[in-house]
């Protein structure tokens, strides 16, 4: 059973360049969460999506957006890079019950970015 | 407004002792919290979570602890073993509009020496 898979593993960028990262959920899991991670720091959630639709939102600019496929697999867009984009980017993936909830998230190993 | 706090950034404890991994939070509106373990080059890996309205989840060697009156939730590993040397991220999840997100903590570095 594949887990969470993301790519690619590592990139670098140019300031005010564009980047897409991919990211595969586990299989069985319809939601999908991105998470960036700063250098000594937590993840900071960046976003959610369940059935093609961002659903929740943190405190991320509008040049971070993000798209769901039918098959549930996301993307992460971020325009106009900055060099404080540096960080790890994680993609989680989860279920989504009835009720409303969403199980446990599982996270892949992440796309480290790197902005110059 | 940094809604979970690990003040802890490091943590040594001799292989067979007790780690103990602290976490304070400041929202009441909490549902879950969760404990995440990471080894470096990889993704956070799930491993002993608990539901606001309970105070303690136990794991094998691992057990969560919280104390809601406090805002305060404690990871146990006994006994502690060289390969549980990683960082630990506390998570706590936000239920609203229909939707959940996590809130992680900074992490704390457990370093278990022989």
């Known amino acids: 059973d594949a887990g969470v898979t993301q790519s690619p593993t590592h990139l670098i960028k140019t300031r005010g360049q564009q980047v897409t990262l991919r990211c595969s959920p586990k299989s069985g899991h319809d939601t999908v969460s991105w998470y960036q991670q700063a250098l000594g720091q937590g993840p900071q959630f960046i976003f959610q999506?369940?059935?093609?639709?961002?659903?929740q939102r943190g405190n991320f600019p509008d040049r971070f957006s993000g798209h769901q496929f039918p098959n549930y697999s996301s993307e992460l867009n971020v325009n106009a890079l900055l060099l404080g984009d540096s960080a790890l980017y994680l993609c989680?993936?989860?279920?989504?019950?009835?009720?409303?909830?969403?199980?446990?998230?599982?996270f892949g190993p992440g796309t480290r970015l790197t902005v110059l | 407004d940094q809604q979970v706090k690990q003040n802890s950034p490091s943590l040594s404890v001799q292989e067979g002792r007790i780690s103990i991994l602290n976490c304070d939070y400041t929202?009441?509106?909490?549902?879950?919290f969760l404990w995440y373990k990471k080894y470096p080059a990889e993704g956070p890996t799930f491993l002993i979570s608990i539901s606001s309205i309970k105070d303690k989840n136990e794991d094998g060697r691992f057990t969560v602890f919280l104390n809601k009156s406090a805002k305060h939730l404690s990871l146990h590993i006994v006994p502690s073993q060289p390969g549980d040397s990683a960082v630990y991220f506390c998570?706590?999840?936000?239920?609203?509009?229909?939707?959940?997100?996590?809130?992680f903590g900074a992490g704390t570095r457990l370093a278990v020496h022989p």
């Open positions: 929202n009441s509106m909490f549902d879950y």
């Open positions: 998570a706590a999840r936000l239920f609203s509009g229909g939707y959940n997100k996590l809130i």
């Open positions: 999506y369940y059935e093609e639709e961002e659903r």
């Open positions: 989680a993936s989860s279920l989504r019950s009835a009720g409303g909830s969403t199980d446990t998230q599982y």
